[in-house]
């Protein structure tokens, strides 16, 4: 019990910071449309905060090394408070593009300081409870934040400054807190090319993953705003993609732990695509079939992360897998820039339900080449578990996944 009030303060913070980032996914994407932004211009303010994610991910181990890791998270949570509010009183473009990548910087380094924080007070015997706490509160944050779209008019400056108060009050928390601050260290990673080599179907699951998942978070606003929703079912649209991939997590990870995962994955991937291809058939048809079917989208569509990352370390020893994950999630942030920006594509000549071929297109190509691969190459081993991923991590999170190897360090009281 001492072990979780311990990270009490840490937990907070992180369900606080997650609501506001449950509201600006949704609001930002939705204010864009009514402003009348391009399709191309929203998916490259999507691309915009995966690139500024990945720079956060190298920038954020030097940071912590020479400020701190209070310090850090003052200052990122700062700067992602700033650049909501800038981004309401400067509606155009090319701005939010730019303050985008900034608000991305600094999310990076939010997550780096709560998971390295939550990873040096976890012992090999809480770590396991406590990565799960953390997953619970990234999911329950991001549903908070997206049910609180309700509370204001998008093109007002309501929703903004709600979302500036939640980055606000994530700092009260961990501001107030005793914890001693750990030692900040690096993840290291391999070069993406021994890791397709290693595993191909990681790789390719991680890929696909990113070009698909970024365009969902990038447009599924626009898209339940274009059909016409109020802002309680715009939320709950929202929200019932968000839950239904919570709530698969666990049962599909135990089923791949007693077979081949790369089956999960192709059945999740092929699911996905029927899913994408009924979303874009029954557009504007029911909004109760519309729910149900992004409920089951998000089922499908949001495991496939954590199974990728899942099989590339069946092939791996146990002492490679944060070196391993660190550089799949690198690889996967690098497709989610270029995810929305694809999708943006198609959809500005199709229209905006086009969204779902595109995700279907992406979900069948995985399906296709991880059968190839099941029907020439023999399945590894199991190596670890499947353990669920967060919507939203930095590297420092692997080093938290209790499958890692990890020594104990004396807790400081």
Known sequence: MSQFLSVGAILLSTVIFLAGQGLTGTLLPVRAHLAQFSDFAIGLIGSAYFAGFIAGCYVGPRLLARVGHSRTFA?????????????????????????????????????????????????????GRIFAAYLLVNFTGLIVGQWSFVAGRPVSSTLFILSAIFYALCLIPLG?????????????GLRP??????????????????????????????????????????????????????????????LSDRMDRRLIIAAASFI??????????????????????????????????????????????????????????????????????????????????????????????????????????ASPPHGERYAPMPAQASPAALELDPRGEHEEQPQTI
Request: with cysteine; proline share 4%.
């Open 272 to 377: 996905a695509a029927m899913l994408g291809i009924a979303l874009w058939y029954f557009s504007g048809v029911s909004r109760t079939l519309t729910l149900a079917l992004v409920a089951l989208f998000g089922m499908a569509v949001l495991p496939v992360y954590g199974l990728s990352i899942a099989h590339a370390n069946d092939r791996l020893p146990r002492e490679m897998f944060v070196e391993a994950s660190a550089t799949l999630l690198l690889i996967n942030a690098a497709a989610s820039v270029a995810g929305p920006v694809i999708a943006a594509t198609v959809t500005d000549h199709f229209g905006m339900p086009a969204l779902f071929l595109y995700t279907a297109a992406v979900h069948l190509s995985l399906a296709a080449f991880v059968l190839t691969r099941i029907r020439n190459f």
């Open 75 to 127: 200052a990122a949570a700062g700067i992602a408070t700033a650049m909501v509010l800038m981004m309401s009183l400067a509606v155009n473009e090319f701005a939010w593009i730019v303050l985008r990548g900034f608000f991305g910087f600094a999310a990076a380094n939010v997550y780096m300081v709560i998971e390295s924080w939550l990873n040096d007070r976890a012992t090999n015997q809480t770590r």
């Open 193 to 254: 090319a021994r890791m397709f080599a290693i595993s191909p179907v990681g790789v390719a699951g991680c890929i696909a993953v990113g070009f698909a998942n970024a365009a969902c978070w990038t447009f599924l606003p626009v898209y339940a705003h274009g059909q016409h929703l109020t802002r309680g079912l715009l939320s709950g649209f929202m929200s019932a993609f968000t839950l239904g991939g919570a709530l698969i997590q666990l049962p599909v990870g135990r």
């Open 176 to 188: 107030l807190t005793r914890i001693p601050q750990p030692h900040a260290k690096e993840v290291p």
